[in-house]
């Protein structure tokens, strides 16, 4: 499966951004999708992610203040709302399959004044 991620930008702390990654299939057709985030110098964590059976993740960072969804077809949202200087990092979203993990290009969120 192919991922293409977008909506990453410049915000002020307290904004909001709203990231989409849109997949080569239906998220139906996967096992879970979902987006993880690396800072400059620290490695890739979890952000939030599903499973196509039900299941959703938080990190504890953002819970309350970002929401996964979908368009119930082939694309996967992250609402982030009242965004930290430390949410600055480089989005990526992901898909898991049965045969692997699928990564797209990264989404870069700065969150500055």
């Known amino acids: 499966v192919q991922l293409q991620a977008s909506g990453g930008g410049l915000v002020q702390p307290g904004g909001s951004l709203r990231l989409s990654c849109v997949a080569s299939k239906s998220i139906f057709e996967v096992n879970g999708m979902g987006w993880y985030r690396q800072a400059p110098g620290k490695q890739r964590e979890l952000v939030a992610a599903?499973?196509?059976?039900?299941?959703t993740n938080y990190a504890d960072s953002v819970k309350g203040r970002f929401t996964i969804s979908t368009n119930a077809k082939n694309t996967v949202y992250l609402q982030m709302n009242t965004l930290k200087p430390e949410d600055t990092a480089v989005y990526y979203c992901?898909?898991?399959?049965?045969?692997?993990?699928?990564w797209g290009q990264g989404t870069l969120v700065t969150v500055s004044s």
């Open positions: 599903f499973t196509t059976a039900g299941y």
């Open positions: 992901n898909a898991i399959e049965i045969h692997g993990t699928y």
